[in-house]
């Protein structure tokens, strides 16, 4: 069981691991740095097969606070580690924080991330989704083409998967949510 507690020191955040069955925390995750004052590490935590994501929507990336990150955890030798970081492809928006990290869902055949403060098409907090492979490569960068500010596309993101109980399915869906 994996705990964000992301208002922890300072917003900066941890993440515990609890053993259910030995009722006790058998690991903690510090908030990996970004240099900000606030990171919200543990704010959104979601798995899927052996892989572990666990978002700081506040995370500092390119001098701006709240611009998000979003990191990858595998478990190796019985810890569990980082593996990589996700950031936005092309980030770095100076006048106002994107909030990447801010949703967060995955499937066999990748990764989607919220970001529904980004500006898009020049549109204050327009908001975007990001598709990643899963193995963290940028693969689309999608907003809901409406050119509408304050949507704030990628507020909510859920996937789907193709299954043997819908084998006429043509694979995995995503549905990103707007303010």
Same mark, same amino acid.
């Given at each position: 069981l994996w705990i964000g507690t992301p208002d922890l020191n300072n917003a900066v955040g941890? *993440? $515990?691991i609890y053993d259910i069955t030995a009722g006790s925390i058998v690991q903690t995750l510090a908030a990996p740095s970004s240099g900000? !004052? *606030?990171?919200q590490f543990g704010e959104i935590i979601t798995a899927f097969a052996n892989t572990v994501i666990v978002s700081a !929507?506040?995370?500092?990336l390119n001098q701006t606070d709240g611009e998000g990150a979003v990191h990858l955890y595998?478990?190796?030798a019985g810890l569990w580690q980082r593996t990589s970081t996700l950031q936005p492809p092309g980030a770095g928006n100076t006048a106002r924080a994107d909030a990447f990290g801010y949703s967060v869902?995955? $499937?066999t055949n990748g990764i989607f991330v919220g970001a529904p403060y980004s500006d898009a098409a020049g549109h204050p907090t327009q908001g975007r989704a990001y598709r990643f492979s899963s193995q963290g490569a940028p693969m689309a960068i999608v907003d809901s083409g409406r050119g509408a500010a304050?949507?704030?596309f990628g507020s909510a993101i859920a996937m $789907?998967?193709?299954s043997s109980v819908f084998p006429n399915s043509r694979g995995d869906h995503a549905i990103v949510g707007a303010f």
């Open positions: 941890q *993440v $515990s900000g !004052p *606030v990171e !929507p506040a995370a500092r595998g478990q190796f869902a995955m $499937s304050f949507d704030r $789907s998967q193709k």
